[in-house]
Nanobody, 128 residues
Framework: QVQLVESGGGLVQAGGSLRLSCAVV????????IGWFRQAPGKEREFVSA????????YYTDSVQGRFTISRDNAKNTVYLQMNSLKAEDTAVYYC?????????????????????WGQGTQVTVSS
């Protein structure tokens, strides 16, 4: 079983930065790909970024490319999302998720259905 807990959200002005953390409880954390998603009020949950099991492969949605950076520290069972140059449209609840379908996969998925375990989310609000 895998449990995920997000933290680091908050209120920030446009142009500012935040770093989200996703702490993962589970003995096989280091073998799973992890993704970040977000959901704004009245909108569907959307993909933000993902990282494979060893950090060698990362993927971003176009709207955050060049502003957000995903990374992981398997020794700390934690995945990070560094968010810079934040915009009002980045406002959402951010969720991390684990893809438990295949260990040590070289594939990262960008769909909600591609992930099996989810955290409870952390709110990010960017004021303009």
């Amino acid at each position: 079983q895998v449990q995920l807990v997000e933290s680091g959200g908050g209120l920030v002005q446009a142009g500012g930065s935040l770093r989200l953390s996703c702490a993962v409880v589970g003995r096989t954390f280091s073998s799973y790909a992890i993704g970040w998603f977000r959901q704004a009020p009245g909108k569907e949950r959307e993909f933000v970024s993902a990282i494979n099991w060893n950090g060698g492969l990362t993927y971003y949605t176009d709207s955050v490319q060049g502003r957000f950076t995903i990374s992981r520290d398997n020794a700390k069972n934690t995945v990070y999302l560094q968010m810079n140059s934040l915009k009002a449209e980045d406002t959402a609840v951010y969720y991390c998720a684990a893809d438990g379908s295949e260990r040590y996969s070289q594939v990262v998925r960008s769909t909600v259905s591609g992930y099996d375990y989810w955290g409870q989310g952390t709110q990010v609000t960017v004021s303009s």
